[in-house]
């Protein structure tokens, strides 16, 4: 139940899906998340219907604490990855309805 999903694995169900050759299916893929990852890393918001929300957010520079010491140490500005997830995507995790695709 705990299996990852590679770009590989990716790449052959599109390929079984869609009938394009395994070498254009993984072609594909890699296109797909690399037009993903640019719009990202230039701050855009990437939307994909019944599925979910990518957006990079900006986090200050805020204090922490080392857990082990309680040394209190500072936390660089940074950007993160988030994911919002669609409803559409959370009532099918919830009720475990696999796609029909």
């Keep these: 139940m705990n299996n990852t999903i590679t ?16 070498s254009e299916s993984n072609q594909l893929v890699e296109q797909v998340l690399e037009e993903i990852s640019n719009a990202l890393v230039e701050g855009d918001v990437v939307k994909i219907s019944s599925f979910g929300t990518l957006s990079v957010r900006k986090k200050s520079e805020r204090i922490g604490r080392n857990p082990k010491t309680g040394e209190e140490v500072p936390i ?9 997830p669609s409803n559409v995507l959370k009532d099918r995790i919830d009720n475990g309805v696999k796609s029909q695709s």
């Design 7 to 22: 770009r590989s694995d990716l790449g052959r169900a599109v390929y079984q899906a869609v009938g394009l050759s395994q």
């Design 76 to 84: 660089t500005p940074r950007r993160v990855l988030s994911f919002r």
